[in-house]
């Protein structure tokens, strides 16, 4: 299904000499991944920190996500909110789960306004900082998004720097990613 959209975009794009922003000539990276990641652990509030732009993601400032780890289907009930361009409050709702083939740190993201992609948990500490990496590439294009992730909304910057050499190492460009605002007027309750 994704093939199919990509496709379409292509064309489209063709015809009007302007690729989508979140297309990019190339294939994914192929990034190591957290070793033994405990989803139990990775339960909890995340604040997500820097972002590479997103077009699916109507939320630019204060955006936090809440993963309530669900046993029965090893896997996250995920709700994630923050305030769009207009200083709407936005929320939504999907799951993140780990599929047989892959290690439970390369997760699947099937969230109902988004194509389903990858999650790869790149690194984190389960207290502080994670590093997540969603790639999905097909005829010599890709739609990649990284995201830095802090357990608190003011970060002392160690995530930004854990994160920027985990992407560098795995040949991720982390001049691509944008810092995430969150000031006094944040609302967290995702």
């Not at 630019?60 to 046993?71: A, G, I, R």
């Not at 920027?164 to 944040?186: E, L, T």
Request: charged share 20%; proline share 5%; net charge negative.
């Amino acid at each position: 299904m994704f093939s199919v959209v990509l496709i379409a975009a292509l064309v489209t794009c063709v015809a009007g000499d302007a690729l989508p922003g979140f297309l990019l000539p190339g294939k994914c990276a192929t990034p190591d991944l957290q070793d033994r990641c405990d989803l139990r652990r990775y339960s909890g509030r995340w604040y997500w920190t820097h972002i590479i732009e997103n077009e699916y993601l109507p939320m630019e400032t204060c955006v936090h996500s809440q993963y309530d780890y669900s046993y029965t289907d090893n896997g996250f009930k995920v709700r994630t909110a923050g305030f769009n361009s207009a200083k709407e409050y936005l929320r939504l709702e999907g799951q993140i789960y780990p599929t047989k083939e892959f290690p439970a740190a390369h997760m699947l993201l099937d969230f109902p306004t988004v194509f389903a992609a990858p999650y790869q948990v790149l690194s984190t500490d389960y207290e502080s900082y994670s590093c997540i990496y969603s790639c999905i590439d097909t005829n010599g294009f890709k739609s990649e998004f990284g995201f830095v992730f802090s357990r608190s909304p003011t970060s002392d910057g160690s995530a930004e720097a854990k994160c920027a050499a985990v992407f560098a190492k795995n040949g991720i460009d982390f001049s691509r990613f944008q810092r995430v605002s969150h000031n006094a007027d944040c609302i967290y309750k995702a």
